[in-house]
């Protein structure tokens, strides 16, 4: 078991102080992570106290302190889950050999590429929901956001770790860096593409927290898997964490579809929009999109850098104990290419296929949390059904970038696609609606207009709990 750190400037679990050059180092990129907050961190609420979680350990019994505390005052840490004894390779060319405590000089590029761009999307998605703060529909629900956010710094902090710690001074450029790019900026974006839009109202926040963290836990596990033991042990923990921002996604939206159900059952010719609510069609639309830019950050479902990733033993399968077999060399993957006809079906091998293979397992994980919003309709005697659309849908990375395909899967041209795009995709008149429903609900225990209220509270608070002090 590890010895935990708490009293320190950083907070860690790490053994920081038995390592001055590394502390200091660290100590010394800590104001500049903390004027990034001030800037980019949520706008309008650091001086308030928000009752938030914060990581002092890694044990699963007692990990998370709660209390109210100002964002900038918030005890980012670095902990890493304990070492596995004797851990070996679990796939790919090295099975079996024993893990990587330093970074292999040849893996050396390919490592700091994929722990930056992990990092990158942590700092990212805090500066698309910076604003949110200003249109909440219920206290507890401005506390969810701010603890996604917290935590998402507290997930740089993980990654910054590994760079100071084992990548000598590209990691430490890298790490500025990481300060320096901006979700949206002309010059120097965030580098994935989901990451560079803002996230400005409520439905779209709780449809990312839904997919696009999701898409983080599936990388996270993939990552989990690695030879390279010190990612592994940082990403472990950070799943922990990442548990929590999807449920904020998952009961997020099963409150909107509630709360609409709930009108449709007593009055099912109503006319939603009149009374604030979101209608099922427009909810569709927003699914379609959040769910299909989430599928691109997989990356392309043919891959020889994904093949390359399995074979060094880099990046392995979600939880690669539930595969049958480690090497993937004997099996293929039969994915369904474009071509002149519409589609034909190729054999893929497998280590090739790799990217593809993380997104099925991602998408039926996605279909779990669809499934319960539909039993509510159902329940309501609504009939409309949510779904997710084809992985062929909207699609900007991969085999399906540059063609064009219906909601079902089915090929169309170009200009069926740009007459229907707004039956399939957010319209500038749905954002508008949206927008407009986004009035600030701050008093405690009231929830806003278009959404139901929680069922819960936070740790054995009340649902009407004052989460976020407003004097
Ligand atoms: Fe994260
Ligand atoms: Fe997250």
């Given at each position: ?28 990129w ?11 961190g949520?706008?309008?609420f ?30 980012w840490g ?43 999307t ?7 929901q ?20 917290v ?26 860096a990481?300060?320096?790019?901006r ?8 580098i ?7 996230i ?11 997919f ?36 904020v ?26 009374l ?19 599928l ?5 479902e ?22 049958a077999?480690?090497?993937a ?27 593809e ?5 991602y998408?039926?994980?996605?279909q ?14 609504v ?5 997710l ?7 900007e ?5 540059g063609?064009c ?59 009407d ?5 407003f004097?």
């Amino acid at each position: 078991m590890s010895r935990v750190e708490l009293d320190e400037r950083i907070p860690n679990n790490v053994s920081l102080s038995s390592d001055r050059r590394l502390q200091r180092a660290l100590e010394q990129w800590q104001p500049k992570f903390l004027s990034w907050w001030n800037e980019m961190g949520p706008e309008g609420f650091q001086a308030r106290d928000v009752y938030l979680r914060t990581a002092i350990g890694t044990d699963a019994r007692g990990w998370a302190h709660f209390d109210f505390v100002r964002m900038p005052d918030y005890r980012w840490g670095i902990f890493l889950a304990d070492p596995v004894p004797d851990r070996r390779i679990g796939f790919g060319d090295e099975l079996g050999k024993p893990v990587w405590q330093e970074v292999p000089g040849e893996h050396r590029t390919v490592l700091r590429r994929l722990i930056v761009t992990q990092g990158d999307t942590e700092p990212a998605s805090v500066e698309q929901q910076r604003r949110l703060g200003h249109g909440c529909p219920s206290l507890y629900d401005l506390r969810n956001l701010f603890q996604v956010n917290v935590e998402e710094g507290r997930h740089l902090w993980a990654m910054v770790y590994l760079l100071h710690t084992y990548f000598g001074r590209d990691g430490r450029e890298e790490a500025e860096a990481l300060l320096q790019r901006r979700s949206g900026d002309a010059d120097n974006p965030r580098i994935l593409g989901a990451f560079n839009a803002p996230i400005d109202e409520w439905l779209s926040f709780f449809l990312f927290t839904y997919f696009t963290d999701r898409d983080g836990k599936f990388q996270l596990l993939a990552l989990a898997e690695s030879a390279f033991d010190p990612l592994s042990c940082t990403t472990r923990f950070m799943l922990t964490e990442e548990a929590h921002h999807m449920f904020v996604g998952e009961t997020g939206v099963l409150r909107i579809v509630q709360r609409t159900a709930d009108v449709l059952r007593e009055r099912p010719d109503a006319d939603l929009h009149k009374l604030g609510l979101i209608d099922l069609a427009l909810l569709q639309r927003y699914l379609n999109f959040w769910y299909s830019i989430s599928l691109d950050l997989f990356g392309s479902e043919i891959s020889s850098n994904a093949a390359s990733y399995f074979a060094a033993g880099i990046k392995g399968r979600a939880r690669e104990e539930h595969h049958a077999e480690h090497l993937a060399l004997a099996s293929t993957l039969d994915i369904e290419r474009p071509c002149e006809a519409g589609l034909r079906v190729e054999s893929v091998p497998l280590r090739n296929a790799m990217n593809e293979v993380l997104r099925r397992e991602y998408s039926e994980d996605s279909q779990r949390g669809v499934d319960k919003f539909n039993r509510v309709l159902e329940a309501a005697g609504v009939d409309f059904r949510l779904t997710l659309p084809s992985p062929r849908f909207h699609r900007e990375q991969g085999i399906y970038a540059g063609h064009c395909f219906d909601p079902r899967g089915e090929p169309i041209s170009p200009a069926e696609w740009r007459a229907r795009r707004d039956e399939w995709l957010p319209s500038a008149s749905d954002r508008a609606y949206v927008a407009s429903l986004m009035h600030p609900v701050t008093e405690p225990g009231k929830v806003a207009s278009w959404i139901a209220p929680p069922k819960t509270g936070i740790k054995g608070r009340p649902p009407d709990y004052e989460y976020v002090r407003f004097d």
